[in-house]
């Protein structure tokens, strides 16, 4: 198989609502963390990592509790880093007690093996952090699949509904817009991806009830991206 030229040759993905469900998000990671976090910190408090977080939060919240902070966060599921540095490692623990694993959305794994078998580049772009971005990917029903993408990319590039970010990735990739499809489930994200040159595709998966918008490409699984961007068909994989 092999790409054609008017093919982009980079597929930039989502996670939530475009290759992972998001029921595995609000249903099994974010009750986890929210269980496990006030222990974390307690028992973790020399770890960079956390001390850096509670640093912060201190700044962002003067005079309140940290775990109220987080809470806080968590319940406007605010995209804030030190609650997603926080979330990453009570979840990292998790998939290593195998607690935790990812079982993405069926067609997902194939699309991706046979992608990067025919030498597209594959890269996520997340709210999330990178390390949990790895920690799901690498712990899914199917496997380890982290060596099928060349780049995690998380909110350190910017906001995910800013055109400035898109052009931030591009940069820090080396990329052309016009060799990228973003694909993802929010429209206003597909938005600021078009704005930036990116190419643009919306995610609308029946499980989770997405809306379709009408000013990009819509598809209900990554096969469907494939015939509509000219992409290998992973059907075609044996």
Partial sequence: MSIQPSSPSVVLLDIEGT???????????FPYARRTLPDLIRT?????????AL???????PG?????????????????????????????????????????????????????DAGLTLAVYSSGSAPAQRLIYGHTTDGDLTPLFDAFLDLEMGGKK????????????GWQATD???????????????????????????????????RHPVAHSLDDVARLFHLPDPASRT
């Avoid at 640093?55 to 919240?61: G, L």
């Avoid at 694909?183 to 029946?206: H, K």
């Fill in 55 to 61: 640093e912060e939060i201190r700044a962002a919240a």
């Fill in 44 to 52: 973790q408090a020399d770890n960079p990592v956390v001390a850096q």
């Fill in 19 to 29: 290759t992972l469900p998001v029921a595995f998000v609000h249903k099994v990671l």
């Fill in 64 to 116: 309140r509790d940290p775990m109220e902070q987080l809470t806080a966060w968590m319940d406007a599921d605010a995209k804030v880093a030190p609650l997603k540095a926080l979330q990453g490692l009570a979840w990292a623990e998790g998939y290593a007690s195998g607690e935790l694993v990812a079982t993405l959305f069926a067609d997902v794994p194939a699309a991706l093996r046979t992608w990067k």
């Fill in 162 to 173: 800013e055109s400035a970010s898109y052009r931030a990735i591009l940069t820090h990739e």
């Fill in 180 to 214: 990228v499809l973003f694909v993802s489930d929010v429209v206003a994200e597909l938005d600021a991806a078009r704005e930036a040159g990116l190419r643009t595709c919306q995610m609308v998966r029946p499980e989770d009830g997405t809306v379709a918008g009408d």
